[in-house]
């Protein structure tokens, strides 16, 4: 009696054993997530952005608004050309798809319609070909070289306001746009890098959080463009500061023509911001 009691229970505990496998094997069905991973990843796809704190007007002691580029070529900032996920796709997608609103200026007031993102910026141009109808006559045809963004956008320009909260007592930044540069050429002539338009940083945001960075410590380790934005890990300098005429270091005429001065006057922006606080504090 005693081994049959062992033996249903040997055989009840072999029945749970062999359902929990199965239930910890991938149906078929579900199969396509795996990919070349082993488990399906969903710490970034299913993340939602946390909600800035409400500030009060009457709390801001101080603000400054700054405007700094963001060059992808450096190599703290080598990660936003990412061949698997780079930003510059994210946001022209984005954009394209409406998910993200492209506005005409830093206003945030007037905006381009989705369908429209990436005619504009395609460069047409006019060149004489022969006319089969007319032998030895020539007519004009329009080349529409379209816009390659993944390759043509490496530098971004960010928008931020560094806010003190006298009631809180912090110094924080405070994103309010983003916009991919690109280069003007008209008729063969570099005019300059050039705003393709401005993405509000709230919108923004929505989308980046569920968007995978590389990790070059640990695979396993995934976080977002957000957190990569939010945790200020990028390197960028100043380019304007509040004035009178709101011209950018660039357009300073003792500045110019010296890239040298400009950064240095960015340097000398980003010192006061940090003195201006640090004077806050007795020790």
Known sequence: ?????????????????????????????????????????????????????????????????????????????????????????????????????????????????PDTVIDMLSQKEVIQVPDMMYPGEFKDSVVVNKFN?????????????????????????????????????????????????????DELRGVLINEEIFNRHNDAAKFSYYDWFELRLFSSYITKEPNVFDLKFSEYTELKENPLAQLLEGERVKDELFNWEHDLWQY
């Open 149 to 201: 963004y993944e390759e043509d956008v490496v530098r971004y320009e960010i928008i931020e306001d560094w806010i003190f909260d006298k009631q809180r007592g912090v110094f924080y930044p405070r994103m309010i746009s983003v916009s991919p540069l690109y280069k003007l050429i008209v008729d063969g002539q570099d005019l300059g890098e050039l705003p393709a338009f401005y993405c509000d940083w």
């Open 1 to 113: 009696m005693k081994q049959l009691r062992y033996l249903v229970l040997v055989m009840f505990l072999g029945m749970a054993f062999i359902a929990v496998a199965q239930d910890g094997e991938v149906p078929a069905e579900e199969e396509e997530f795996i990919g070349d991973f082993t488990y399906e990843r969903l710490s970034i796809r299913e993340r939602k952005p946390v909600p800035y704190p409400s500030q009060r007007e009457a709390d801001v002691m101080y603000a400054r608004r700054i405007v700094r580029i963001l060059d992808t070529k450096e190599k703290q900032n080598l990660i936003c050309r990412w061949p698997k996920n780079p930003l510059s796709v994210i946001i022209f997608e984005a954009a394209e798809k409406g998910d993200v609103t492209a506005y005409k200026n830093d206003s945030l007031m007037n905006f381009y319609r």
